[in-house]
């Protein structure tokens, strides 16, 4: 039995939910690995007195931990980019293996982190909370060519989507409601803009692309804009409303983009509900595999933590000096990887579905409809709603062709312009297929 000391940074849920795991299940841990944790340092900006520290020592100075010689590895469990990457760095460079669940500070960074040498950095709980789908993209799928990722991978944007669906409750009755829930924050703008789902896309893209950490190449959007309407009449045209993270390639690059979708109701995707995640990858050898999950929460987290933490366990049976000297076999490559081309918002090829709020009079449809054809956009689908609220104005929904981003945005811009058009015309993307 080898025993591996860590430190961890931070005191929080995450941080809570390793100490419990470690408590609980760390006999469990020994029989299945050979590997004993010992907490043996916590450094955190405040102490709290009512939780079990294991018997390590604590302090408020997180250089302690780098600089504590019976620390082994380090958890980095304090999130952001300033004082959590400073931690990372000082590690890294004292030899010290590190563990983070932090998905910005390595969607930003993650190239610079990962070129500085051969001393491990795991980051398998930044991505879908307890889902494997790192370890899975550098181990389980390494030889396949991935043609494709589709993730849910914000479970607060999935959860008030699905309750919007199942409850016909508006955007902000159902934000409220997941706030008091917990499951977001008094401040959502993060996950309900998107940004969040945008900082794990560019660690799969990265991961099963082999590309770099390039999270300003991204397009962004969050479900702000999504009505109980839109549910409803995306589910009459046969399909469901999901807030995807979407990484594809083709011989016109790579699409990276982040925005509520159209997907088949059919789709495994599809049925994914609530606050749980899921990652769907297509692949040249293995098809569509689909990984699912709890998405957050610090037990499903702490989980994903520690099973990054239990991995050193070949590098720890030769000793703590040489696991911090050896090349990590399991995480991702610490050679420099070039950018690969991206294709531009503008170019990207989908179907869209579109919500025109029209005057109610004869010949609306037909101008929208020339209008569209204008511009080469074919409908694939129709379907004409009263506005609620309104005995004036009617909903013209409309599912379009493939059709290049650009050429909507020109489409859509001339159509606002009519004076049939009596409110902001809503565009969601339909989900590429495979």
Not at 92 to 107: D, E, F, H, M, R
Request: overall charge negative; proline content about 3%.
């Amino acid at each position: 039995m080898n025993k591996l000391r860590i430190g961890i940074a931070g005191l929080g849920t995450v941080a809570q939910g390793v100490l419990h795991l470690v408590r609980t299940n760390g006999s469990l841990m020994v029989s299945r690995t050979g590997i004993e944790l010992v907490v043996q340092r916590i450094a955190s900006r405040s102490a709290k007195p009512g939780v079990d520290l294991l018997g390590a020592a604590f302090s408020k100075d997180l250089h302690d931990l780098v600089a504590d010689p019976e620390v082994d590895v380090i958890l980095e469990l304090i999130g952001g980019e300033g004082s959590a990457k400073e931690l990372i760095e000082s590690a890294l460079a004292a030899g010290k293996p590190v563990v983070t669940a932090n998905k910005a500070v390595i969607a930003a960074h993650g190239d610079q982190l990962l070129a500085g040498g051969n001393v491990p950095l795991r980051f398998e709980a930044a991505v879908a909370g307890a889902i494997p789908i790192i370890q899975s993209l550098n181990q389980g799928l390494a030889a396949n060519r991935i043609d494709a990722i589709y993730g849910i991978i914000n479970g607060t944007c999935n959860y008030m989507l699905t309750v919007m669906e199942e409850e016909g409750l508006a955007f902000d009755q159902v934000l409220s409601q997941a706030q008091a829930l917990g499951y977001a924050e008094a401040d959502p703008a993060f996950d309900i803009e998107g940004i969040d789902a945008a900082h794990k896309l560019t660690i799969l893209a990265a991961l099963g692309f082999g590309t770099s950490y390039n999270f300003s190449a991204l397009y962004v959007e969050g479900i702000t804009q999504i009505t109980v309407d839109d549910i409803q009449y995306a589910k009459e045209l046969g399909f469901k409303i999901k807030h995807l993270g979407i990484a594809v390639q083709s011989e016109a690059g790579l699409e990276t983009r982040v925005h509520p979708t159209l997907v088949p109701a059919s789709a495994l995707l599809a049925s994914v509900n609530g606050v749980m995640n899921a990652v769907q990858v297509v692949s040249d050898g293995a098809g569509e595999t689909l990984f699912s999950g709890p998405g957050a929460g610090g037990a499903a987290t702490a989980s994903a933590v520690l099973a990054d933490v239990l991995s050193f366990g070949s590098l720890v049976a030769a000793g703590p000096s040489e696991a911090a000297q050896s090349q990590d076999q399991g995480a991702h490559s610490a050679v420099a990887v070039p950018e690969i081309s991206r294709v531009a918002m503008d170019d990207v090829l989908s179907a869209c579905y579109l919500r025109i709020p029209t005057i109610d009079r004869p010949g609306v449809f037909a101008l929208v409809a020339s209008t569209l054809s204008a511009h080469s956009i074919s409908i694939e689908a129709v379907i004409q709603k009263e506005h609620p609220g309104s005995d004036a104005s009617v909903f013209i929904v409309i599912i379009t062709d493939m059709v290049v981003e650009s050429v909507v945005n020109a489409a859509l811009t001339e159509l606002s312009a009519l004076d049939i058009i009596v409110g902001e015309i809503i565009r969601i993307r339909v989900a590429p297929t495979h």
